[in-house]
């Protein structure tokens, strides 16, 4: 079936470092592609968007690939913060706006 | 502000007990969805609608049920046959026709059976 997985569960980085997180889907067909950040008992906060006929895309901090080639995303975020520290998943766009979520990757930021 | 609110943000549940979580958005969007989160995991769809008056199931639709009255509201009641429903829920609105149909969600809400 359709799935959406993340290759590493946690990741920790210094305070002004860069920040790369990976994802693996596994339907070529998905034309559509959201990283999601999620703190601590909230819901998931939208952080950039990809579609299928893009490599790259960039936003304030953030830059999300896409290789449909071997099917993977990554978000990097520039100059990491410890406001950054939350759980990120990437999430899938099915048909009517479902999504299908990875298990998410931890990112901690130490001062 | 537009948005999504859920409510209450944490819930007690007696075992064999129907409760029901509020969710409410004024985006206007068409679509709204019920997703379910366990602790160290991503996130699960319970049920979803695209219009009013319509629902269909998720993936774990068992034990659940909803309802779309109005375009604002998607109440999920969990029942007595969810026999396990210690989780976190979190309910989404989106536009999904649009060029930029990312779902927006609301705070969730922590249920917990005592």
């Known amino acids: 079936g359709e799935s959406v997985g993340l290759h590493l569960p946690t990741l920790s980085v210094q305070e002004g470092d860069n920040s790369i997180i990976n994802c693996a889907y596994s339907?070529?067909?998905?034309?559509?592609f959201i990283w999601y950040k999620q703190e601590s008992g909230k819901g998931p906060q939208f952080i950039i968007d990809?579609?299928?006929?893009?490599d790259k895309r960039q936003g304030q901090r953030v830059t999300v690939l896409l290789n449909k080639t071997v099917k993977h995303l990554s978000l990097q975020i520039a100059a990491t913060q410890p406001g950054d520290s939350a759980v990120y998943f990437c999430?899938?766009?099915?048909?009517?706006?479902?999504?299908?979520f990875g298990q998410g990757t931890i990112l901690t930021v130490h001062p | 502000d537009g948005g999504i609110t859920q409510s209450p943000k944490y819930l007690f549940r007696k075992e064999g007990q129907n409760v029901t979580l509020s969710c409410e958005q004024n985006l206007n969007h068409d679509a709204m969805y019920w997703y379910r989160q366990d602790p160290g995991q991503g996130l699960r769809l319970i049920y979803y609608s695209q219009i009013v008056n319509d629902f269909q199931k998720g993936d774990i639709a068992e034990g659940y049920s909803v309802s779309r009255e109005k375009k604002e509201s998607f109440p999920l009641t969990v029942t007595s046959a969810q026999k396990n429903p210690t989780a976190f829920y979190l309910c989404a609105s989106s536009n999904f026709r649009q060029n930029s149909p990312e779902a927006f969600f609301g705070q969730g809400t922590r249920l917990t059976v005592v």
């Open positions: 339907n070529s067909a998905s034309d559509y």
């Open positions: 990809i579609r299928s006929n893009m």
């Open positions: 999430a899938e766009k099915g048909a009517w706006g479902k999504l299908t």
